[in-house]
């Protein structure tokens, strides 16, 4: 059973989200990836497309999520599922970080509504 520490998680960062990876492919898994998100005060990523189902579990704080245009306050212990084929937006309004943990299948993309498509490393 491979063990994933803390000290091999490769983090990424993208529109000011941290993207700590830890099951992917490099880690050696197969069929799917998970990470946390660490998403600082007053952000408001881009919403994007995605390809997969994503399960988002949010850790700690409160965000609001849009899913096909419906926004939720979501805050700690909620558990969003996005489809495959949805479109998704994130936002922390509030004044301190959340953190989230997601999961998806191996080979994510995601399309922002400019039409570039987006394949991260953290899900590939």
């Given amino acids: 059973m491979p063990v994933v ?13 941290r993207f700590v990876s830890h099951a992917a492919p490099r880690t050696g898994a197969k069929e799917l990836c998970a990470w946390r998100g660490e998403i600082p005060a007053g952000t408001e990523a881009p919403a994007h497309t995605v390809d997969r189902e994503e399960v988002f579990h949010l850790l700690d704080g409160e965000l609001l999520i849009t899913v096909d245009g419906r926004t939720d306050r979501v805050t700690a212990g909620d558990t969003v599922i996005v489809s495959a084929g949805a479109t998704l937006a994130v936002e922390n309004p509030t004044e301190r970080a959340a953190t989230s943990w997601v999961v998806t299948s ?3 993309r995601a399309e922002l509504a400019d039409g ?3 394949a991260p ?4």
């Fill in 106 to 108: 191996v080979g994510l």
């Fill in 5 to 17: 520490r803390p000290s091999d998680a490769v983090t990424h960062e993208i529109h000011g989200v």
């Fill in 116 to 118: 570039t498509v987006i």
């Fill in 121 to 124: 490393p953290w899900a590939n």
